[in-house]
């Protein structure tokens, strides 16, 4: 069964850091693409930041650019995103998804159920 689970997020000060992670079972994540997106109510889900499967490339939205960091572990099957810095307007629940690659969440096959991160003081 294919599944993503995520974990690590929680509330955390501004100017703190999160890692939040997305353990991936029932296929191997380095065969895909993988993507963070997050959402906050009534607003559209928006890509925060994927690395390609063809040369991990990476990209980032521009306002995480610079504080947050993309990565896989193979051997674990895992992908992780480093937040540092995180302002109040980081807050929503962020998504974990493999699949094709790019921006639009359309290209995203599998996704995380989500996890929520709050920055507040």
């Known amino acids: 069964q294919v599944q993503l689970v995520e974990s690590g997020g929680g509330l955390v000060q501004p100017g703190g850091s999160l890692i939040i992670s997305c353990a991936a079972s029932g296929f191997t994540t380095g065969d895909y693409s993988i993507g963070w997106f997050r959402q906050v109510p009534g607003k559209e889900r928006e890509a925060v930041s994927c690395?390609?499967?063809?040369?991990?490339?990476?990209w980032y939205t521009d306002s995480v650019r610079g504080r947050f960091t993309i990565s896989r572990v193979n051997a674990e099957n895992t992908v992780y995103l480093h937040m540092n810095s995180l302002k109040p307007e980081d807050t929503a629940v962020y998504y974990c998804?493999?699949?094709?690659?790019?921006?639009?969440?359309?290209?995203?096959?599998?996704w995380g159920q989500g996890t929520q991160v709050t920055v507040s003081s």
């Open positions: 998804a493999l699949g094709d690659g790019g921006t639009s969440s359309a290209r995203y096959q599998s």
């Open positions: 690395m390609s499967s063809r040369d991990s490339s990476t």
